[in-house]
DNA sequence: TTTCTCACA
DNA sequence: TGTGAGAA
């Protein structure tokens, strides 16, 4: 069985991301397509690397903390500690998001009081007037 | 179509 | 973390 292979046009248009920003991460040493000649050649392999980098990606980890993942991928002892890392890493976005979260909840707070001030003053403004 | 490089946010 | 342009 001979292995399927694609273009960078193929996987740009199955992940719905440029061939800019495929050839992007292979800048930063995410992806190492073959070539043939001058044009890249992914294989099933770079296809699920490139899958694990969107995917990285949406849960907001740097393309340097992806790369970090994807390189014990090729480790022979790599798998556990892969997935150690991988949960170091979950667990350290959880605590930002969660930081984050307290920052958004703290700012929506002053909000409130702000908004409530504002619709004090107006009333007392109309019976002034 | 795809490649590379330079500049730019 | 990407994009756009221009030339090959």
Redo the contacts with the bound molecule.
């Keep these: 069985m001979t292995e399927r292979t694609y ?4 996987l ?1 248009r199955e992940f719905d ?5 495929i ?3 292979e800048d ?1 040493d995410l992806i190492q ?1 073959m070539r043939e000649g ?3 050649i992914y294989t099933a392999r770079d296809r699920v690397r490139l899958k694990l980098i969107l995917r990285g ?1 949406r849960l907001g ?4 903390e992806i790369k970090d993942i994807l390189d014990l991928y090729d480790t022979d002892m790599g798998e556990s500690r892969q997935l150690e890392l991988l949960l170091d890493k979950i667990e350290e976005r959880r605590r930002a998001l969660e930081a984050h979260r307290r920052d958004i909840d703290l700012t929506l707070a002053e909000m409130d009081d702000l908004e409530r001030q504002c619709r004090e003053n107006l009333k007392e403004r109309a019976g002034a007037d």
Aim: glycine share 0%; hydrophobic share 30%.
């Design positions: 273009s960078i046009s193929d740009s991301v440029t061939a800019r920003a050839r992007f991460y930063k397509p001058q044009r890249r990606k980890f740097s393309l340097s």
